[in-house]
T-cell receptor, first 115, second 116 residues
Framework: AQSVAQPEDQVNVAEGNPLTVKCTYS??????LFWYVQYPNRGLQFLLK??????LVKGSYGFEAEFNKSQTSFHLKKPSALVSDSALYFC?????????????FGTGTRLKVLA | DGGITQSPKYLFRKEGQNVTLSCEQN?????MYWYRQDPGQGLRLIYY???????QKGDIAEGYSVSREKKESFPLTVTSAQKNPTAFYLC???????????????FGPGTRLTVL
């Protein structure tokens, strides 16, 4: 079965430091990977996606993600964290099995950036 | 201003009542989705629709029903058969998926349903 795992429930980082939010996946075929951010009591906002090509994907608000096929990972990164980056982050993968074009989401990682 | 709207933002239901959550989009997207979000469980798919007049059950469809009579609208009914309906409900849409499609989803602001 296709799946996405976010191994950390919460990540704490000091403002100005680099941040990493981890995501690993298991899919058959080519992975289509996404990152979303959710602020309290709001819907999810799209940050970036990996389809093919360059393993380093740049997205909104200074975020980027590194696709690593051998490690089946798609970690979200930012060189310098802001307090306003504090939110819930979701990794997702397009489910391409059996013609069902669904999206599978991880359980989310809460990022806290400390001033 | 394009996007997805959900109403109401907060909804209270008595046990045994059916309630309907509204989801409307003006993005001209073919595909629409309903998710349920509970703390620590991420997003779980309830129903999805890839085209008008067609929809499929997701992973947790029991106790829910949907309709897709118009491209713009995908209402979700939470029936009395849903034993634990208190949750945050999110609607999303995307360009119609295809074999090589890789389009992201656009999400509405959500409806928080509480059963009294």
């Amino acid at each position: 079965a296709q799946s996405v795992a976010q191994p950390e429930d919460q990540v704490n980082v000091a403002e100005g430091n680099p941040l990493t939010v981890k995501c690993t996946y298991s899919v058959s075929g080519n992975p289509y990977l996404f990152w979303y951010v959710q602020y309290p009591n709001r819907g999810l906002q799209f940050l970036l996606k990996y389809i093919t090509g360059d393993n380093l994907v740049k997205g909104s608000y200074g975020f980027e993600a590194e696709f690593n096929k051998s490690q089946t990972s798609f970690h979200l990164k930012k060189p310098s964290a802001l307090v306003s980056d504090s939110a819930l982050y979701f990794c997702a993968v397009r489910d391409t099995t059996s013609g069902t074009y669904k999206y599978i989401f991880g359980t989310g990682t809460r990022l806290k950036v400390l001033a | 201003d394009g996007g997805i709207t959900q109403s109401p933002k907060y909804l209270f239901r008595k046990e045994g009542q059916n309630v309907t959550l509204s989801c409307e989009q003006n993005l001209n997207h073919d595909a629409m989705y309903w998710y349920r979000q509970d703390p620590g469980q991420g997003l779980r798919l309830i129903y999805y629709s890839q085209i008008v007049n067609d929809f499929q059950k997701g992973d947790i469809a029991e106790g829910y029903s949907v309709s897709r009579e118009k491209k713009e609208s995908f209402p979700l009914t939470v029936t009395s058969a849903q034993k634990n309906p208190t949750a945050f409900y999110l609607c999303a849409s995307s360009i119609r998926p295809s074999g090589s499609s890789y389009n992201e989803q656009f999400f509405g602001p959500g409806t928080r349903l509480t059963v009294l």
